[in-house]
């Protein structure tokens, strides 16, 4: 009987072997450390291993959950070794293994940032440093509610894209509650990343091109062209010297250009009527190409970032509505999509993400690219900036781009774009949410101020579940303390428009870590995350007070019209044109009006009739109102840009510092065309302030440039406050911890965190 015993636990010791050797990791393998690197097989393993040593709770589906973080632990090469792990070490990997089935049981609703408790901040893209070890990084990052995190090498060829997906994927499994996010170009790639052949070179945006003028061989460097002066040599980001990436694309004799049999090429040189090539380039075969049946375009690119020697150009997706479709009948928006919903799978590079942040989400192409050149979006040979007959044919393709993607990852995933900035993504109804980066633009946080108060707002009205967006702080100038200022200010701003916070400004750090925690977000010396707790009632905005406020008589109002004409209709001031294309706009002005002295606000409400051409009523249209009238061109903007749709009248404020005459013209642009409803509209003098209460505290943003005072025994007739008290190396005068009486000053361009007593 031991004998057959014996033989059995042999028999299943081989059995064992093999299929634990025969199981290999789709993307590679690990180290000591726990890093899953590329195109390497070693054991993995399986629920059926795991069962044999009395393992509970599994599913196949959470499979890569456990290896990550068994492997992340323990050291093994081979099958013996394995065993020796997990006959060893049983308690450990049983803990292991409910947590990863606690993070796959985890819904996103659940997660801090997304819930109802204040203030709400993270790290962003400082966790993508991952020189220390695992036990080190982790301390650091797991203070705030998640992790923003570039983790692919899409833009930095020397990105360490394994250990940094590792890093975050184990941060994820073992943070169930907090949000691990990738943060992702929207608009382009490096052509030598993952590869290219799952693309078709129809998937690409060119700049303007022109044809071949002599039949070019395979092995012919010089190709003769028809317009050499569309190629461009040097150019690039700091510095760089770049040449452009070209494609060589056959024509049919009925004018189809056959992407499929296209040849990638890079620029070396060009002369009078020719160019010299580097042949045969990203994955692509020299040809015979034809003359006068061959199409040469450079692409539209961005970049290079980080080490500009080294790093390439990126290549922009087509995204846009009229992509040429490639063999199997695809766009690019569609082969994105499912690239991207493949590494979120269970068993995908990201498995377990909670979502995208898309950096650079254009939803418009009519900005210059590399080399400062327009875009030829449908490839014809002329420029075109991404609108066809009119219509804005690129945002139209990046709304079905967001459409497949929110299809291949689910409802329970996070999607957020670059929204903040004019061209920046729309796709509301399907994305989570947006991101403004720099709150007003990038690095400015407070010139056109009353633009991210209505896109926030916006996203907020009609946001799906889940739903998140935040602003990234980003300030380019002024003192230390003029920065830290206006940080304030920001983060201020975000929990009053109840959105998430990060920084690029540093805060001085306190031991044993790296990276400073503002103390607004942890109640100062007390480091007590969330100590607001949940907003009570809505933002008040004190400039809406009434006797700051007088009608506009319309009646009595000079109006000029650029591209439209207006009626005035019980009170309403009803602008049209004839068309409704993406690419025109309507322009009124506003002649002599009495703006007052001071801070002055233009306050209305707008509604259109209809969408834009080729967009659902959710997706918002822009209106920009702007005046000559400002005295301070670097403290304000001149021009101030709000939302606007057909489901509803929204409300609109735009706000301008300090103006220079009591008279002055109001000129309000309206993206596309059709017709737009005006009403209420109001002219306000006074200084913008915001104040918002939370079950613990109250938070007051002053973005101007003069003190105001808030009068708090008004504002909270039943609260008594006081100050935070700062920690060790932050600010002690304005977070001196002393009680605060009836009011309470905040300096310009400022915030104030309060207790409640």
């Not at 049983?90 to 819930?115: E, M, W, Y």
């Not at 189809?256 to 296209?262: P, S, T």
């Not at 505290?697 to 006081?722: A, I, M, R």
């Amino acid at each position: 009987m031991i004998r057959h015993y014996f033989s059995y636990f042999i028999i299943g010791f081989f059995f064992l072997f093999n299929v634990v050797s025969a199981q290999t990791i789709k993307k590679g393998t690990e180290s000591n450390n726990g890093i899953i690197s590329h195109n390497t097989t070693k054991p993995i393993l399986t629920c059926k291993i795991l069962k044999k040593y009395k393992y509970k709770h599994l599913r196949k589906e959470n499979l890569q959950g456990y290896n990550l973080l068994i492997k992340s632990n323990y050291t093994y090469s081979n099958a013996s070794q394995l065993k020796n792990v997990l006959k060893a070490n049983k308690k450990q990997i049983q803990t292991f293994i409910n947590k990863v089935n606690i993070h796959s049981d985890t819904p996103i609703t659940s997660k801090t940032l997304l819930g109802d408790q204040y203030p709400k901040a993270f790290f962003f893209r400082k966790p993508d440093k991952v020189s220390n070890p695992y036990n080190q990084w982790v301390k650091e990052y797991e203070r705030l509610s998640g992790i923003f995190i570039k983790a692919m090498a899409e833009e930095l060829g020397d990105r360490e894209q394994d250990k940094i997906l590792n890093y975050a994927n184990r941060f994820a499994l073992e943070h169930p509650r907090q949000l691990t996010i990738l943060h992702f170009n929207g608009r382009s790639r490096d052509p030598n990343w993952e590869g290219i052949s799952k693309y078709s070179a129809g998937h690409w945006i060119y700049n303007k091109g022109c044809y071949l003028e002599e039949d070019l061989s395979v092995s012919d460097a010089y190709i003769q062209v028809s317009d050499d002066s569309v190629f461009k040599t040097g150019f690039g980001l700091n510095g760089a010297k770049k040449n452009d990436d070209i494609v060589l694309v056959p024509i049919d004799d009925e004018g189809n250009k056959l992407w499929e049999q296209a040849e990638q090429v890079t620029l070396l040189s060009k002369e009078k009527g020719r160019i010299k090539v580097l042949r045969a380039q990203y994955e692509t075969k020299a040809r015979d190409f034809k003359k006068g049946k061959t199409y040469i375009a450079p692409h539209a690119s961005g970049g290079p970032w980080g080490d500009v020697e080294n790093n390439n150009l990126l290549w922009y997706y087509n995204l846009s509505s009229v992509c040429p479709v490639d063999e199997n009948g695809k766009q690019c928006a569609d082969v994105l999509a499912e690239d991207i919903g493949s590494w979120f799978a269970k068993d995908g590079m990201a498995f377990a993400f909670d979502g995208i942040q898309f950096d650079i989400a254009s939803w418009k192409a009519n900005k210059k690219s590399q080399g400062r050149r327009f875009v030829d979006i449908d490839t014809n040979g002329e420029i075109d900036k991404g609108f066809i007959n009119g219509d804005n044919v690129f945002g139209m393709g990046t709304y079905n781009f967001y459409t497949l993607l929110r299809k291949a990852l689910g409802p329970n995933k996070l999607i957020v774009g670059d929204g903040g900035v004019d061209y920046g993504m729309r796709a509301v109804g399907v994305a989570s949410g947006m991101e403004a980066e720099g709150l007003c633009d990038w690095g400015d946080a407070y010139k056109e101020y009353a633009k991210p108060l209505n896109f926030f707002s916006y996203w907020k009205r009609y946001a799906i579940t889940p739903s998140l967006s935040y602003v990234t702080n980003k300030i380019k100038k002024g003192t230390a303390k003029e920065k830290k200022d206006i940080e304030r200010m920001v983060v201020a701003t975000a929990q009053c428009l109840e959105i998430g916070f990060n920084t690029f400004v540093n805060t001085k750090s306190e031991r044993p870590y790296r990276i400073g925690i503002l103390d607004e977000l942890v109640k100062g010396d007390e480091n007590k995350p969330y100590w607001l707790g949940k907003p009570v009632g809505q933002i008040i905005d004190l400039s809406e007070q009434t006797e700051l406020s007088k009608s506009l008589n319309l009646n009595d109002t000079e109006i000029e019209t650029i591209g439209c004409s207006y009626k005035i209709e019980d009170d309403k001031l009803i602008i049209s044109s004839k068309t409704n294309k993406a690419e025109k706009s309507m322009r009124l002005i506003l002649k002599n009006v009495p703006l007052g002295t001071g801070d002055f606000h233009l306050k209305f409400s707008a509604k259109t009739a209809a969408p834009i051409s080729g967009f659902n009523a959710l997706v918002p249209r822009q209106i920009t109102v702007s005046t000559d009238a400002i005295q301070d061109v670097e403290r304000t903007a001149s021009s101030v840009m709000n939302y606007i749709n057909s489901l509803e009248a929204l409300p609109c404020s735009f706000y301008f510092r300090n103006v220079s005459a009591s008279n002055g013209d109001l000129e309000i642009e309206i993206e596309g065309g059709g017709e737009v409803a005006i009403e209420n509209i109001r002219l306000v003098n006074g200084q913008l302030a915001l104040a918002r209460a939370f079950e613990n505290g109250v938070v007051l943003v002053n973005p101007s440039l003069e003190p105001f005072t808030f009068h708090l025994d008004e504002l909270f007739p039943d609260s008594k406050f006081k100050r935070l008290k700062a920690s060790a190396h932050q600010d002690k005068k304005v977070n001196n911890g002393n009680d605060v009486g009836k009011t309470v000053s905040v300096s310009g361009l400022n915030g104030l965190f309060l207790i409640k007593k």
